[in-house]
């Protein structure tokens, strides 16, 4: 069996939340749950290893199995400030922080390829209202 990828790629938390809610509550394949949420054929196993990387769900044969994390994530609004905090957290806990320490700091990762993709991130994640101090 394959390692999870390090640093995944997974270019939208919310496409990531709905996987991960089709993929683990719905009790979808990988390839089903990417198919519904309308995902490359390329991305369904992009999307796992998010889920796996970011603590949000862990492998049972061909299919996810929701991490504790995963549920507390599943429990917040879409797009909420609870939302929010699990993602942030989730990131934190994960080696996708050791290899961009700075992806959520009020300046983000300065230039290369990181970047650009992770603006998505800064732009709806930072700051988190009542969760920091400025």
Do not use: Q
């Not at 909420?80 to 905090?85: G, H, L, T, V």
């Not at 959520?104 to 603006?119: I, K, M, N, S, Y």
């Not at 800064?122 to 209202?129: A, D, M, V």
């Amino acid at each position: 069996m394959r390692e999870p990828c390090p640093v995944p790629y997974a270019s939208s938390l919310a496409k990531l939340r709905e996987f991960l809610h089709a993929a683990c509550e719905e009790g979808l394949s990988t390839e089903k749950a990417g198919r519904k949420v309308a995902l490359k054929p390329r991305f369904h196993s992009y999307y796992a290893e998010a889920a796996e990387v970011l603590g949000l769900a862990r492998r049972n044969g061909g299919k996810l199995a929701i991490a504790r994390l995963g549920e507390e994530l599943l429990r917040t609004g879409r797009g909420s400030p609870a939302e929010a905090d699990v993602f942030r957290r989730a990131i934190e806990r994960s080696a996708v922080h050791a290899v961009v320490p700075d992806l959520l700091t009020a300046e983000g990762p300065e230039g290369g390829p990181v970047e650009a993709p992770l603006r998505e991130v800064r732009r709806l994640y930072w700051p988190i209202p009542g969760t920091l101090e400025m």
